[in-house]
């Protein structure tokens, strides 16, 4: 009489092995379906945080934009500079890199502006992929918004409007940005106020 011997047989392995590869690649496909997820989210998260903080920094500083004959306002579609009154008066220079696609801020003292000598340029944020400045003048007794301020103006204007889209690649979308700053310095041209 022959002993017969607990075990597997060959197709009874070969159907755990199946099992086994089948749930394994169920939890890898649910893992990396949740971590794209997250990485997404984050991308749009840090995006959205950049263009806050860029857009929060330039309005505040517009605010305490003044007119100075030193430091004159002007403005581009793409760069904007202007005299800040703030612990004392600086040039502010905000300007977009197309090739580095990011927006730089250039802050010189006075006496540094007065002595031609290079301010201080830091990088704010990266991955913008266009920039637009409009600034507003009156023409026949209505406010109008222009894409360039002449130094030519020696005034400052009511105010700018700041469009961006923010960009930073990878798998978040990209985000369009806009908000108009009212300069309390700011006057239209033939010296009127506008009241909001």
């Not at 597997?8 to 649910?30: C, R």
């Not at 700041?162 to 369009?176: D, K, Q, R």
Request: charged share 25%; proline share 3%.
């Amino acid at each position: 009489m022959r002993k017969s011997r607990a075990g597997f047989t060959f197709i009874e392995l070969l159907i755990a092995m199946l099992i086994f590869s089948l749930v394994s690649i169920s939890i890898y496909l649910s893992f990396n379906v949740g971590i794209h997820a997250w990485q997404k989210g984050e991308g749009s998260y840090r995006s959205r945080q950049e263009a806050r903080y860029l857009l929060g920094m330039l309005s505040r500083e517009l605010r305490n934009a003044v007119n100075s004959k030193v430091i004159v306002f002007s403005g581009r579609a793409d760069s904007l500079s202007f005299c800040k009154a703030a612990n004392g008066l600086f040039r502010v220079t905000y300007e977009f890199d197309e090739g580095e696609k990011a927006v730089y801020r250039v802050l010189q003292t006075y006496k540094d502006n007065a002595s031609k000598v290079a301010g201080v340029r830091s990088r704010l944020a990266s991955g913008i992929s266009g920039i637009d400045f409009r600034y507003s003048f009156k023409k026949a007794g209505k406010l109008e918004w222009g894409d360039s301020w002449e130094e030519a103006k020696k005034a400052v204007p009511f105010g700018v409007k700041v469009s961006f889209t923010y960009n930073p690649g990878g798998s978040a979308e990209p985000l369009t940005v806009s908000r108009t700053v009212l300069i309390p310095s700011g006057m239209l041209k033939d010296e009127e106020v506008l009241t909001p």
